[in-house]
């Protein structure tokens, strides 16, 4: 079944229209500073299943519910001395946290994937800020693109994979951070980096004055877990310095290519153009071959969604 997908902007209007669309059971995807998502209300399992159904998402991988403020967290969440740590430093921002859930934490099943634990983010994209305000309420919201593709940083790569089959995206241009969040666990007996994303472990580590653990085993305990995630259509050859046969290549730094994420060599600058160059060559139905990023700082993050879209499917 399609429908009429509206295009809402960054005004009262659209953010009213966006707000009543969600309390209605809607899907409406709005613009945060990492990826655009693809909200749901959070405690509506009906409308949480039409997001799975929508991006044809496995029902074993949890969903992200964001929040507008970080109080509003321990309404569903056990709270703990490191989560405020990291929340007073970070949040508003481009970090989930994943904690056990309350006994009476009130979202759907759903959203965890029937796990004892929930991913919530506090994002600090003012669209989104302003949207979940006038929802009054936790809004899930996994990436805005057909389950293993390529993450939208614009609205129209919202459209070009999922129109006909949401309410609604609210555009606000493109995203700044271009990479997902940063997924750290605090479930267990030390913090773990589950997903690297648009926050450096480095300054996560500096604020808890500690080292992040590594994630172990196989289960998925939190989005972006795939082996085989972020990926275009073409295949992805990665460590290039230079085209074969038929390849674009996407270059960073002193590789040129097709397309380059970085001329200069800047992580941040390359981190808000991957999923934007990755669409744009995935376009031209062409092999794509992707020249080395130094694996630090956002770098590591980037070298994540690589590897996944590059993985064997």
């Given at each position: 079944?399609?429908?009429e ?6 005004d ?7 707000a ?7 899907l409406?995807?709005f ?8 909200g749901a209300?959070?405690r509506?399992g009906?409308a949480?299943?039409?997001?799975y159904?929508a991006?044809?998402?496995?029902s074993?991988?949890?969903?992200i519910a964001?929040?507008?403020d ?6 569903h969440?056990?709270?703990s001395d490191q989560?405020e740590v990291?929340a007073?430093?970070f ?7 994943v904690?056990?859930l309350r006994?009476?934490?009130g979202?759907s099943t759903l959203v ?8 919530l983010r506090v ?5 989104a800020?302003a949207?979940l305000?006038?929802t ?18 614009t ?6 994979g999922l129109s006909?089959r949401?309410?609604?995206?609210l ?8 990479l997902?969040s940063?997924?750290?666990g ?8 589950l ?9 996560l580590?500096?604020a ?6 590594s994630?172990?085993?196989a289960?998925v305990v939190?989005p972006?877990?795939?082996a085989?995630?972020?990926?275009p259509r073409?295949r992805v050859?990665?460590?290039?310095t230079?085209a ?5 290549l ?5 590789v040129?290519g097709t397309?380059n994420l970085s ?5 941040v600058?390359a981190?808000s153009r991957l999923?934007d160059?990755l ?6 139905a062409?092999?794509i ?7 630090r700082?956002?770098g590591?993050?980037?070298n994540d969604?690589?590897?996944?879209a590059?993985a064997p499917?």
């Amino acid at each position: 079944m399609t429908e009429e997908t509206e295009i809402l902007h960054f005004d009262r209007p659209g953010i009213d229209r966006a707000a009543d669309l969600l309390s209605s059971g809607r899907l409406v995807a709005f613009p945060t500073e990492t990826v655009y998502g693809l909200g749901a209300d959070a405690r509506n399992g009906q409308a949480v299943a039409a997001v799975y159904a929508a991006k044809g998402r496995p029902s074993f991988n949890p969903l992200i519910a964001h929040l507008a403020d970080p109080a509003q967290a321990r309404d569903h969440v056990v709270w703990s001395d490191q989560a405020e740590v990291l929340a007073s430093a970070f949040w508003p921002g481009p970090l989930t946290l994943v904690l056990p859930l309350r006994p009476d934490h009130g979202l759907s099943t759903l959203v965890t994937a029937g796990l004892d634990t929930v991913a919530l983010r506090v994002p600090a994209h003012p669209a989104a800020r302003a949207l979940l305000e006038a929802t009054g309420g936790p809004v899930a919201a996994p990436s805005a693109n057909p389950s293993g593709r390529i993450s939208p940083t614009t609205a129209a790569h919202v459209l070009a994979g999922l129109s006909g089959r949401i309410a609604a995206v609210l555009d606000d241009g493109p995203c700044s951070v271009g990479l997902e969040s940063t997924i750290v666990g605090l479930a267990g007996p030390a913090p773990t980096l589950l997903r690297a994303g648009g926050l450096p472990q480095e300054a996560l580590e500096a604020a808890l004055d500690a080292p992040l653990q590594s994630v172990s085993g196989a289960d998925v305990v939190a989005p972006g877990q795939l082996a085989s995630h972020y990926a275009p259509r073409a295949r992805v050859r990665l460590n290039a310095t230079e085209a074969r046969g038929d390849e674009v290549l996407l270059g960073f730094a002193g590789v040129a290519g097709t397309l380059n994420l970085s001329a200069s060599g800047d992580l941040v600058e390359a981190a808000s153009r991957l999923f934007d160059h990755l669409h744009q060559l995935d376009g031209m139905a062409r092999p794509i071959a992707v020249a080395p990023v130094p694996d630090r700082g956002l770098g590591r993050a980037i070298n994540d969604r690589l590897r996944r879209a590059a993985a064997p499917r």
